[in-house]
């Protein structure tokens, strides 16, 4: 067994792509359901729509790289309006209902074959961020930190991603703590009671669902930018569960939850498959108890067990937001 | 009995239901609410006057907070008009109303358990250029007016007795305390007429005088106030005219002296039934 083999690979997904594109997506998740109380879903659709949104402008109409991102972002704002438009008038459940039927609406239309020629079907779009490469100013070498190697590609997406995060986070900081944000926060608290004081709670839901939206939108498309690919199977319903699990760990309503929460989520993922690989292989100790094959499903026990004794023991999260029962 | 400008204006009014005032604040034109079979709201016609306080009582049941939520824009009416200030307000949101003057408390008070007792009083500041998305994001464009609002806020909150508590969270006060922030924060609106449900409901008697107090006072500062109360003690002490409800509909108005002696109200409280008990017979 090599542990710091163990800890090395869950330091290298704690700062990988999927863990700034979870981080993103969560800031977003958090300004839905920590600050404001909706209970978002369907985050994943909003990935969806600013990959989709991007890879098709620039695929299918041939737009440069930077308008197809401008395209994804402003497909995010347009699903923002559209779910939030109709469903937050509703009562809350609501807008759980639709977000989750929206996402897999999304990922089962672009995945069909009927939309192939636009959406590519099953196989997705690939591709059509390779000008995000060729403005790369990273000189061409092997980079590394902390043992971890990475390439002048990697490292440039890795660049870009957490400055997005530190963006991300500097902007709903400021948002939050301004009276803005008090608003959102007397929403989750008491609607009725923001509406008596002249607040039009409706306007400010909007106004969070688009928000978080974009940062969803933003996760997408660095995910898509990374592999310079968007398949369908990005998008399922299950990885909006991952970001509320990411959420929790780290600390609902609080600023830096979400940033925290994603890596610990990626380091668990990755440090139990690692350790779970040796223990089959190399010391033959689980040898003919799991097999190669069950390590990703015995993997998101390791996440759940993790999670279940943080509920028991720390319910506020890591750094010590609201609880999880009384998020709304 | 209190004796106030407006009480006096109200001295030739006649006291029956629906009786028109010389100066109207609120004007309530055929509203009824139903909910399936039930007819909870059935008003024809009632008026608020301008700087009183007009006390709304009636058994249990008899439709006060609804016809509360209705005016208030928290529920919808099947049929009826009301205009507020001369301006119609029957079809106004919820937020809509309270931008206009007209802003209410609830029964079981509605403050923000999560946040501090400042931060409850800051939310009700009108008009704050930093409540706006991209504009929160810009703090010196709001920062004078955040600073204003505070100071006003915590010179409500000292009047209310609860500038010591400004940095709790406002779920740690008591039910009493409660009431008054719920009061001091519909003032942060700058009402013109202040909506009070049940404003005495589960205080207890020492904090029931200073809020009474505090009612008062709101009258002499020239704003109006409408409230629902039980405590017949109460409306007795505070009020300038008095609105009964039973079953829907105003069945009686008039100064509180008068009301009380009415016989279709102590009906309406106590049911026909006692007219025959000879032991009840005056």
Same mark, same amino acid.
């Given at each position: 067994?090599?542990?710091?083999? $163990?800890?090395?690979?869950?330091?290298?997904?704690?700062?990988?792509?999927?863990?700034?594109?979870?981080?993103?997506?969560?800031?977003?998740?958090?300004?839905?359901?920590?600050?404001?109380?909706?209970?978002?879903?369907?985050?994943?659709?909003?990935?969806?729509?600013?990959?989709?949104?991007? @890879?098709?402008?620039?695929?299918?109409?041939?737009?440069?790289?930077?308008?197809?991102?401008?395209?994804?972002?402003?497909?995010?704002?347009?699903?923002?309006?559209?779910?939030?438009?109709?469903?937050?008038?509703?009562?809350?459940?609501?807008?759980?209902?639709?977000?989750?039927?929206?996402?897999?609406?999304?990922?089962?239309?672009?995945? +069909?074959?009927?939309?192939?020629?636009?959406?590519?079907?099953?196989?997705?779009?690939?591709?059509?961020?390779?000008?995000?490469?060729?403005?790369?100013?990273?000189?061409?070498?092997?980079?590394?930190?902390?043992?971890?190697?990475?390439?002048?590609?990697?490292?440039? $997406?890795?660049? $870009?991603?957490?400055?997005?995060?530190?963006?991300?986070?500097?902007?709903?900081?400021?948002?939050?703590?301004?009276?803005? @944000?008090?608003?959102?926060?007397?929403?989750?608290?008491?609607?009725?009671?923001?509406? +008596?004081?002249?607040?039009?709670?409706?306007?400010?839901?909007?106004?969070?669902?688009?928000?978080?939206?974009?940062?969803?939108?933003?996760?997408?498309?660095?995910?898509?930018?990374?592999?310079?690919?968007?398949?369908?199977?990005?998008?399922?319903?299950?990885?909006?569960?991952?970001?509320?699990?990411?959420?929790?760990?780290?600390?609902?309503?609080?600023?830096?939850?979400?940033?925290?929460?994603?890596?610990?989520?990626?380091?668990?993922?990755?440090?139990?498959?690692?350790?779970?690989?040796?223990?089959?292989?190399?010391?033959?100790?689980?040898?003919?108890?799991?097999?190669?094959?069950?390590?990703?499903? $015995?993997?998101?026990?390791?996440?759940?067990? @993790?999670?279940?004794?943080?509920?028991?023991?720390?319910?506020?999260?890591?750094?010590?937001?609201?609880?999880? @029962?009384?998020?709304? | 009995?209190?004796?106030?400008?407006?009480?006096?204006?109200?001295?030739?009014?006649?006291?029956?239901?629906?009786?028109?005032?010389?100066?109207?604040?609120?004007?309530?034109?055929?509203?009824?609410?139903?909910?399936?079979?039930?007819?909870?709201?059935?008003?024809?016609?009632?008026?608020?006057?301008?700087?009183?306080?007009?006390?709304?009582?009636?058994?249990?049941?008899?439709?006060?907070?609804?016809?509360?939520?209705?005016?208030?824009?928290?529920?919808?009416?099947?049929?009826?008009?009301?205009?507020?200030?001369?301006?119609?307000?029957?079809?106004?949101?919820?937020?809509?109303?309270?931008?206009?003057?007209?802003? /209410?408390?609830?029964?079981?008070?509605?403050?923000?358990?999560?946040?501090?007792?400042?931060?409850?009083?800051?939310?009700?500041?009108?008009?704050?250029?930093?409540?706006?998305?991209?504009?929160?994001? =810009?703090?010196?464009?709001?920062?004078?007016?955040?600073?204003?609002?505070?100071?006003?806020?915590?010179?409500?909150?000292?009047?209310?007795?609860?500038?010591?508590?400004?940095?709790?969270?406002?779920?740690?006060?008591?039910?009493?305390?409660?009431?008054?922030?719920?009061?001091?924060?519909?003032?942060?609106?700058?009402?013109? =007429?202040?909506?009070?449900?049940?404003?005495?409901?589960?205080?207890?008697?020492?904090?029931?005088?200073?809020?009474?107090?505090?009612?008062?006072?709101?009258?002499?500062?020239?704003?109006?106030?409408?409230?629902?109360?039980?405590?017949?003690?109460?409306?007795?002490?505070?009020?300038?005219?008095?609105?009964?409800?039973?079953?829907? /509909?105003?069945?009686?108005?008039?100064?509180?002296?008068?009301?009380?002696?009415?016989?279709?109200?102590?009906?309406?409280?106590?049911?026909?039934?006692?007219?025959?008990?000879?032991?009840?017979?005056?």
């Amino acid at each position: 067994m090599d542990l710091a083999q $163990v800890l090395t690979d869950g330091l290298r997904a704690a700062t990988g792509v999927p863990a700034i594109a979870y981080a993103l997506a969560v800031i977003g998740l958090n300004v839905h359901f920590g600050y404001t109380g909706l209970f978002n879903i369907g985050q994943i659709g909003f990935l969806a729509a600013g990959a989709y949104g991007a @890879g098709i402008s620039a695929n299918l109409w041939g737009w440069p790289f930077w308008a197809a991102i401008v395209a994804g972002v402003v497909c995010a704002v347009i699903l923002g309006l559209l779910l939030g438009l109709p469903a937050l008038r509703l009562r809350a459940e609501y807008l759980a209902i639709v977000t989750i039927s929206a996402s897999e609406i999304i990922r089962i239309t672009v995945r +069909s074959t009927s939309v192939e020629s636009v959406t590519g079907g099953p196989s997705g779009i690939g591709r059509w961020a390779s000008s995000f490469y060729r403005i790369n100013p990273i000189p061409e070498g092997d980079y590394g930190f902390l043992g971890i190697a990475i390439d002048q590609r990697k490292a440039w $997406v890795m660049l $870009v991603g957490w400055s997005l995060v530190a963006l991300a986070v500097l902007v709903t900081w400021l948002l939050v703590r301004s009276p803005w @944000g008090r608003v959102l926060r007397s929403i989750r608290d008491d609607e009725d009671a923001a509406r +008596s004081l002249g607040k039009n709670v409706y306007v400010f839901k909007v106004q969070s669902l688009v928000y978080g939206g974009v940062l969803g939108a933003l996760a997408g498309l660095l995910i898509a930018i990374d592999a310079n690919y968007t398949t369908p199977g990005e998008y399922q319903t299950v990885f909006t569960f991952y970001m509320y699990v990411a959420l929790i760990l780290g600390g609902i309503g609080r600023i830096l939850g979400p940033v925290v929460g994603a890596m610990l989520f990626w380091f668990l993922l990755q440090a139990s498959d690692t350790l779970l690989r040796q223990l089959i292989t190399d010391d033959s100790l689980l040898g003919g108890v799991i097999e190669q094959r069950d390590i990703g499903s $015995v993997r998101l026990a390791f996440v759940g067990l @993790g999670l279940m004794l943080l509920v028991i023991f720390r319910p506020q999260g890591l750094l010590g937001g609201r609880a999880p @029962g009384k998020a709304r | 009995m209190s004796a106030s400008p407006a009480a006096a204006a109200l001295a030739g009014v006649a006291p029956r239901p629906g009786v028109p005032k010389p100066d109207p604040l609120l004007v309530v034109d055929g509203v009824t609410r139903t909910f399936g079979g039930l007819t909870a709201v059935d008003v024809d016609h009632v008026e608020v006057q301008r700087g009183t306080i007009t006390a709304l009582i009636g058994p249990n049941g008899a439709g006060k907070t609804t016809f509360f939520n209705l005016l208030t824009g928290f529920d919808r009416p099947q049929t009826g008009t009301w205009s507020f200030d001369g301006e119609a307000i029957h079809q106004l949101r919820a937020h809509e109303v309270a931008r206009r003057g007209m802003v /209410r408390t609830f029964q079981l008070t509605k403050v923000l358990a999560d946040m501090t007792v400042l931060d409850n009083m800051l939310l009700a500041a009108q008009q704050h250029p930093g409540e706006r998305f991209f504009g929160a994001l =810009l703090p010196a464009r709001w920062r004078s007016q955040e600073q204003a609002n505070e100071q006003r806020a915590r010179e409500l909150l000292d009047k209310v007795g609860l500038a010591p508590k400004a940095d709790d969270k406002a779920g740690e006060l008591s039910g009493g305390q409660r009431k008054l922030l719920e009061m001091a924060r519909a003032l942060m609106v700058e009402p013109k =007429l202040v909506m009070l449900d049940e404003p005495m409901a589960g205080v207890n008697p020492a904090l029931t005088q200073s809020l009474l107090g505090h009612i008062t006072a709101l009258r002499d500062e020239g704003r109006s106030v409408l409230f629902v109360e039980h405590d017949m003690e109460v409306v007795h002490s505070i009020s300038d005219w008095v609105i009964v409800m039973a079953e829907g /509909r105003v069945i009686a108005e008039g100064p509180p002296a008068h009301v009380t002696a009415d016989p279709t109200v102590v009906d309406a409280y106590l049911g026909t039934a006692h007219r025959i008990d000879p032991e009840l017979e005056p």
